[in-house]
């Protein structure tokens, strides 16, 4: 098997892309053939801390495991959570490889078919994968932006993937005001992992919540983040939230004392199973 699945990855690769290094396909005797005739879907990365590396017992389950990614020349398997490279270089061009789904769609290798994954892209409006929209007790609004935001010496200068990222913008309102987004459609039984990227840059950040809520329980916190991070996107890489039909998903940011404190995020995702 891992002889076949092998020279079929080279084959359909092609030796302009990775002749030099397909040592990288060693877990490829796990693909089965029926499967790696519909790997056809292209992925862009910009850095490599996007990459998913070594392997764990659930990679059998996930997509992220039976996908390969061609990058700069170099290819190799992706399997697990966790990234293989760990330098940031920026500019890193990859193709990724996997089943292919519909959009806001990844394929679940445990039910053979092609499940919902919710994305916050923020790249249109309305934007069909997100689950996330304005809550009603909002003091101040999460706003879509491209570029810098308004003020000097806070917030990010462009969004982490694509064009637009969702902000808070601290020259108006006062302390301790919240921008909340809340989830917008129901969900299973189960815990789900939610992933994303976060700025929080300035010298008068104040906080950046994720909670739960079930009906008009007590809300239940399950990770914050208070203080100035540096002038970078960080990477939230896996927030474990037990779901039902009754519970939503709370993202809040709370303003802080001065117009130095533009909050931010991108790319928030939200997996339909628990965080590896
Ligand atoms: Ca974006």
Redesign the pocket.
Known sequence: MFCRVLIFLTLWVGTTFCARSCVKFEFAQELPPSESIQVIFNYSAVSRTELFGVCVPRCMKDIRCNAFDICNGECRTIRGWLPIYTDSGSGDLCERHQIKCQDGYFFDRQNESCIQHDIC???SVPESTCFLSAGPSSNIAWTRKSGSTPSSSTGPTA???????KFIETSSGAFGDKAILESSRAFQVKTYCLTMYYHMYGATINTLTIRTQKGNSAAIDHWTLSGNQGDVWHHLSGVNLPLDSQTKIIVEATKGSSITGDIAI??VELWPFACP
């Open positions: 892209n923020f790249e969004a982490h993937r694509g064009l637009y990222y991108d790319y």
